[in-house]
């Protein structure tokens, strides 16, 4: 399968912004929020290939998160 498309969510603004500068060398579209709850709701919409999540972020945390997508 080729990845044409994720999605960061993490709280640090460095740790997104150099994801996708890796990423976007790799010819991948990103998109990048700063929590968890806006994952949800970013998922609500649209449907990447892969999903880069940070584990300890403020309110709901990562692992929490990648339950709620999974059910």
Not at 20 to 42: I, W
Not at 60 to 70: P, V
């Amino acid at each position: 399968m080729t990845i044409k498309s994720a999605l960061i969510v993490d709280d640090s603004r460095s740790a997104r912004t150099m994801l996708e500068r890796l990423l976007g060398k790799m010819n991948v579209h990103t998109d990048a929020v700063d929590s968890a709850e806006a994952a949800l709701q970013f998922l609500e919409k649209t449907t990447p290939d892969i999903i880069f999540m940070d584990h300890m972020m403020p309110g709901m945390d990562g692992l929490e998160a990648t339950q709620r997508i999974k059910s």
